[in-house]
């Protein structure tokens, strides 16, 4: 008999789960389908110029939007919907505690969406590769890894909205608050605290707080640290802002906030649910 | 009648120095203001027991068991399980531990086989998945279906089956009959008599009596949150009185009738030419037809029933209990 961790019991469970239902194929499939569509835009419209790097890139703003949708989706029922249909109490009666479980979870989840996100770009890289014949694949594998983290963020906010929340509806109704807050509305807060500052729209040139606000949410993080990876800084940065790039728009404090978009929604959600009535 | 000192009542309580398996102390669990579900229980189980926790749906049995098994915290007052603290001390606590829980559910998705296989590795016992099957009698083509399509008698005993890896220590059954078909009913009977034959504890809860009586050492009744009545079958029953009821069919039914007076008896109800009379001690069965034939009546029929324990129930829980098969229709 093993004597496998708890939690590494539950989350090879989990991965199971996944395979049996078939959602990291979905994962797979989606993400595939998507990025090499988007990748190979630039060779469909005319007049615009392209490499494998633009290619990459384009493939990096669908997964901007795709991905969060995705990774909430696999996870903010972990705990949730546990405990609405009541196979909760049998695990909890087992000796698993419930931050085991949750880690378990979290762990399991974030393998499944890693998995097919990573499998979904190997299929996007050999389209790419095929149709600008070659592939950057420093770029490329750092695209990846950088998709990878997004994805990882997105489970461990839906297991933090998971855990904190007693019923199905109620957790849908915060992972759908959560898509739309930082993934999309996100986008306009740079723009609306521009203009409450300095009175106007962003310009050609915008002060270099404007890109440390855009980067505070996951996706906006993400998307800097893809832009800085495929653009090189000058490009990404310097040009933007018109000088050079202050520290804390260093490509590590935008790592740090990924990181931290995974484990801060985790631990809210462990505080509360350790504390919890599961009846 | 005084059921609350019975309460206090010794009858059949083990002595203090055995070891103790389930212990409350003024346990008190209140959901929001007004819900007062679990109120100042104190309750002790010893080990090798097999104790029945009785009382009507709603009186506080799962909240209890939910606070054993830290599933709730309690508002105050404290539980021990095999003198672990159900709060600090619950990986200990789960691992010696075996329970049905009260609204569970299963993962449609997977086989009976699978549940089990988790069940085992989560709590690293080396039960051989076959031996559960057997022992809840789910044969093993069921056991590799998915659950999505288990009816709810073979849910229950995967359920059940899941409670027993590991051959825990103490055994929590909470409402185990629910869903099962008579076999299914005098099976959670027999593992409960072999659990205990082996030295172990079964703590088994239910809102019929009858489901319990045939095995319990003890009994503890519950009536909304609070303990009612702790004593063994017998002495529950001797608490009450033997509690017969007569029933005399009569040629006519005298104008003065005066079976009330006569002692040891509790309640006459006329209906037509038909007198019952319910008699809480023994020599008054003869009484009530001698006075009957004095005051001038042909008895034409008598039938005499001893009381059941669904009548004592609800002397104690002012409820009327639902009965065996209607047990269904409530849940």
């Known amino acids: 008999m093993t004597r496998a961790p708890l939690w590494l019991t539950i989350a090879r469970k989990e991965f199971a789960d996944a395979l049996r239902s078939r959602m990291i194929w979905g994962i797979v499939v989606i993400i595939a389908v998507m990025t090499s569509l988007s990748a190979s835009i630039s060779l469909l419209v005319p007049d615009v110029e392209g490499g494998a790097e633009m290619a990459i ?8 939007l795709l991905v969060p949708i995705m990774a909430l989706i696999a996870a903010y029922l972990a705990i949730a919907g546990e405990l609405e249909s009541g196979s909760l109490k049998v695990i909890l009666g087992l000796p698993p505690s419930r931050g085991e479980v949750l880690f378990g979870k979290f762990l399991g989840r974030s393998g499944v969406v890693a998995i097919g996100l990573a499998l979904g770009f190997v299929v996007s890289g050999v389209v790419t590769a095929v149709l600008y014949g ?38 849908m109704t915060l992972a759908i608050t959560a898509y739309l807050g930082l993934t999309l509305l996100w986008d306009l807060a740079p723009t609306v605290v521009h203009l409450l500052v300095t009175g106007e729209m962003p310009g050609g040139v915008v002060p270099a707080w404007l890109l440390l606000i855009q980067g505070v949410s996951p996706t906006g993080a993400y998307n800097a640290l893809v832009q800085r990876l495929l653009l090189g800084s000058g490009t990404a940065v310097e040009a933007r802002i018109g000088g050079s790039a202050p520290s804390y728009l260093d490509p590590a404090v935008f790592l740090g906030i990924l990181f931290a978009w995974a484990v801060v929604p985790l631990l809210v959600g462990y505080s509360k649910f350790r504390q919890a009535d599961l009846s | 009648m005084d059921t609350r000192s019975r309460a206090s009542s010794d009858w059949g309580t083990p002595t203090d120095d055995e070891p103790v398996a389930i212990r409350t102390t003024g346990l ?5 203001k007004d819900v007062l579900a679990v109120d100042d ?5 010893y080990e090798g027991e097999i104790f029945g926790f009785l009382g009507p749906n709603g009186a506080g049995k799962s909240t209890t068991i939910d606070v054993i098994m830290d599933y709730v915290r309690p508002s105050a007052g404290s539980a021990t399980v095999l003198g672990f603290d159900a709060q600090t001390e619950t990986r200990e606590i789960h691992e010696r531990v075996g329970i049905l829980p009260d609204g569970y559910g299963l993962y449609e998705r997977l086989t009976g086989r699978k549940h089990l296989e988790y069940a085992i590795a989560l709590k690293r016992s080396d039960d051989a998945v076959d031996d559960l099957l057997d022992r809840v009698g789910l044969d093993a083509a069921a056991a590799d279906r998915v659950v999505g399509g288990y009816s709810k008698g073979m849910m229950q005993r995967l359920a059940l089956a899941i409670a027993l890896v590991g051959d825990p220590q103490l055994l929590i059954l909470d409402e185990p009959s629910s869903g099962l078909d008579p076999n299914g009913v ?7 008599r072999d659990h205990a034959n082996r030295g172990k504890t079964v703590f088994f809860s239910s809102h019929i009596l009858s489901q319990v009586e045939a095995v319990c050492d003890r009994v503890a009744i519950l009536n909304r949150g609070r303990l009612v009545a702790i004593d063994s079958i017998d002495g529950l029953r001797d608490a009450l009185g033997t509690g017969s009821t007569i029933t005399l069919t009569v040629d006519a039914v005298p104008d ?18 038909i007198i019952r009379v319910s008699v809480d001690d023994a020599p008054a069965k003869v009484d009530v037809i001698d006075r009957i034939r004095d005051d001038g009546a042909s008895i034409l029929d008598v039938t005499i029933e001893e009381s059941s324990l669904e009548d004592l129930f609800s002397a104690y ?14 849940r």
């Open chain 2, 41 to 45: 229980l104190d309750l002790t189980v």
């Open chain 2, 256 to 273: 003065s009738l005066t079976l009330v007076e006569i002692a040891g008896v509790s309640d006459v109800v006329v209906d037509g030419r």
């Open chain 2, 186 to 192: 005098r099976l959670v009977r027999e593992i409960a």
């Open chain 2, 28 to 32: 008190t669990k209140r959901y929001g």
């Open chain 1, 134 to 171: 070659g592939l950057p694949v420093g770029a490329f594998v750092g695209t990846t890894l950088l998709t990878v983290l997004l994805g990882v963020s997105f489970v461990g906010i839906g297991i933090g909205i998971s855990a904190v929340t007693a019923t199905r509806s109620r957790a």
């Open chain 2, 317 to 330: 829980t002012g409820d009327v209990p639902p009965r065996g098969n209607d047990a269904e229709a409530d």
């Open chain 1, 57 to 64: 890139g384009g493939a990096s703003q669908f997964a901007g």
